[in-house]
T-cell receptor, first 115, second 116 residues
Framework: DQQVKQNSPSLSVQEGRISILNCDYT??????FLWYKKYPAEGPTFLIS?????DKNEDGRFTVFLNKSAKHLSLHIVPSQPGDSAVYFC??????????????FGQGTRLTINP | EPEVTQTPSHQVTQMGQEVILRCVPI?????FYWYRQILGQKVEFLVS????????KSEIFDDQFSVERPDGSNFTLKIRSTKLEDSAMYFC??????????????FGDGTRLSIL
């Protein structure tokens, strides 16, 4: 099942610079996208989301961009901090009438912020 | 901040035995989920649960699996006769009701299930 793909297994960024994590999807029925952050031995922690009626959503240092025509989304973190070092998962869903929605995850990208 | 709690954090079970994984979702949430992550693989959806019934289940969620919300706070996943390939990290998640369902799911820290 390759409906959601994160092609970079790892990314290394200097502290203070911008981190850009990418995600592609194939199912055009997806209309809600989320980014989660995961530390070892913990569950995924919700970071930010975007619905398909928008192309950008910002929350503090985190911005998600959605390009529906390219079926591509990205997460920008600026400035990057050492505590941002974690695995980042992109997830997608089809919003359903009852709102139950299952999430389809990418493989994750391990982000390392270097001092 | 309210969180989803899962117990135990690690469960070791002999193949063929029954196992129950427990979750306490966030108290005002209405939708409940189980996901699993086999080592080195993606997080995969197993089942969603709303209004005391299964909303959707994946192909993985066969007759060996069941879910229950026995009281107002717990949400359990039972595997009736475990197989070696059931070894994975199992995550519980819950979600509020939202406009068109656009509320994020919040995850627990998982139960690592090891089948011997």
């Amino acid at each position: 099942d390759q409906q959601v793909k994160q092609n970079s297994p790892s990314l290394s960024v200097q502290e203070g610079r911008i981190s850009i994590l990418n995600c592609d999807y194939t199912n055009s029925m997806f209309d809600y996208f989320l980014w989660y952050k995961k530390y070892p031995a913990e569950g995924p922690t919700f970071l930010i989301s975007i619905s398909s009626i928008k192309d950008k959503n910002e929350d503090g240092r985190f911005t998600v961009f959605l390009n529906k025509s390219a079926k591509h989304l990205s997460l920008h973190i600026v400035p990057s901090q050492p505590g941002d070092s974690a695995v980042y998962f992109c997830a997608a869903a089809r919003l359903q009438i009852q709102g139950a929605q299952k999430l389809v995850f990418g493989q994750g990208t391990r982000l390392t912020i270097n001092p | 901040e309210p969180e989803v709690t899962q117990t135990p954090s690690h469960q070791v079970t002999q193949m063929g035995q029954e196992v129950i994984l427990r979750c306490v979702p966030i108290s005002n949430h209405l939708y409940f989920y189980w996901y699993r992550q086999i080592l080195g693989q993606k997080v995969e959806f197993l089942v969603s649960f709303y209004n005391n019934e299964i909303s959707e289940k994946s192909e993985i969620f066969d007759d060996q699996f069941s879910v229950e919300r026995p009281d107002g706070s717990n949400f359990t996943l039972k595997i009736r006769s475990t197989k070696l390939e059931d070894s994975a990290m199992y995550f519980c998640a819950s979600k509020q009701r939202g406009t068109l369902g656009s509320q994020p799911q919040h995850f627990g820290d998982g139960t690592r299930l090891s089948i011997l």
